[in-house]
């Protein structure tokens, strides 16, 4: 007979003739369930009555939360959708961010996705599926253009309920260089009237 599984806690083998040893374990491995879980089993033979039991327990995994690019991330110079993506099984989520303009938006709500549901930055997670196993969670973001020459940095920090923390470092390329003169042609009068024309540019400039 083939294994018995319960609860993601398998019993190997599911049958047998006289003494056995039974093999117990989780199934798969590193559940990451954040609350104990228990399985029932029913042992049987014929002619014997009662049946016997026997629970199981699998043991609760710590509270964690990760981010799945590490401790940085790439952001491209022209801005558009950040997509950050990571792994817990808390049952509340709080992200913020550090200083700097990649990242303007207000995200003290916003909104993100946990297994492909929507849930609340803040606010606990329904159904709290990190009990039973770890998750995963996407919170898309919207990164400005970098309009500067240097690189742009900026933090995105989320904490656990139990004050589990893990940060990333958005690195934004630098922008190009431009300049522009308005207006390109002007005539200077006679009588030493200042004329003005307007260079803009986010780098250094020089007149020749």
């Known amino acids: 007979m083939a294994d018995v599984t319960k609860n993601h806690v398998v019993v190997s083998p599911g049958s047998g003739s006289g003494n056995t040893t039974l093999s117990v374990k989780a199934s798969p491995a590193n559940m ?6 228990v399985a029932n089993f029913t ?26 690019d590490g401790t ?9 959708s950040v997509v950050i993506e990571g792994t817990s099984n808390s049952d509340k989520l709080t992200f913020s961010k550090g200083s700097g303009d990649i990242i303007s938006e207000d995200i003290s709500a916003k909104i993100y996705a946990v297994n492909g549901n929507e849930a609340t930055n803040g606010v606990a997670i329904p159904d709290d599926p990190g009990a039973t196993a770890k998750y995963n969670f996407t919170l898309t973001l919207t990164a400005t253009e970098n309009t500067t020459i240097a690189e742009r940095t900026q933090q995105i920090t989320v904490v656990t309920t139990g004050n589990k923390t893990a940060t990333i470092t958005l690195k934004q390329a630098a922008g190009d260089a431009y300049l522009t003169v308005t207006p390109t042609e ?18 250094t400039f020089t007149v020749s």
């Open 32 to 37: 990451g369930n954040r609350v104990a879980q």
């Open 186 to 203: 002007i005539t200077v009068p006679q009588d030493g009237t200042e004329v003005q024309v307007s260079v803009n540019t986010n780098t």
């Open 72 to 80: 940085e991330m790439a952001v491209t110079k022209v801005g558009g």
């Open 43 to 68: 042992v049987t033979a014929p002619g014997v009555t009662p049946d016997k039991t026997f629970k199981a327990t699998l043991a609760a995994a710590a509270e964690f939360v990760s981010f799945d």
